[in-house]
């Protein structure tokens, strides 16, 4: 069965780094495409990284840009997703979601419709 457990999330000050992992179990990340979405309080679900499997392509979207690093350790079929500088807007659930043989490029990122979800983890900006 196909498992996505994000973990990492918390209480940080602006200006903090947080790492969210997204361990993956049940599959490998070789065929699969890992995104990284984020959605806050009456907001829509924003895509803001992604990683294809084979080919390790990423994508970053602009409003994080030079601050958020995506990553995969095939090892420990995980991804990460390293967030730099945060700051208040950045505060939302993440979710990692996971989507067969689809390739991410700088220029084509994660959509909503990815099929499997993990459970989310809050991350808040905030002194």
């Known amino acids: 069965q196909l498992q996505l457990v994000e973990s990492g999330g918390g209480l940080v000050q602006p200006g903090g780094s947080l790492r969210l992992s997204c361990a993956a179990s049940?599959?490998?990340?070789?065929?699969?495409?890992i995104g990284w979405f984020r959605q806050a309080p009456g907001k829509e679900r924003e895509g803001v990284s992604c990683?294809?499997?084979?080919?390790?392509?990423?994508y970053t979207a602009d409003s994080v840009k030079g601050r958020f690093t995506i990553s995969r350790d095939s090892a420990k079929n995980t991804v990460y997703l390293q967030m730099n500088n945060l700051k208040p807007e950045d505060t939302a659930v993440y979710y990692c979601?996971?989507?067969?043989?689809?390739?991410?490029?700088?220029?084509?990122?994660?959509?909503?419709?990815?099929?499997?979800w993990g459970q989310g983890t809050q991350v808040t900006v905030s002194s």
């Open positions: 049940g599959f490998t990340l070789e065929n699969y495409a």
């Open positions: 979601a996971a989507e067969a043989f689809y390739y991410c490029s700088e220029y084509i990122g994660p959509y909503r419709g990815f099929g499997s």
């Open positions: 990683i294809s499997g084979s080919g390790g392509g990423t």
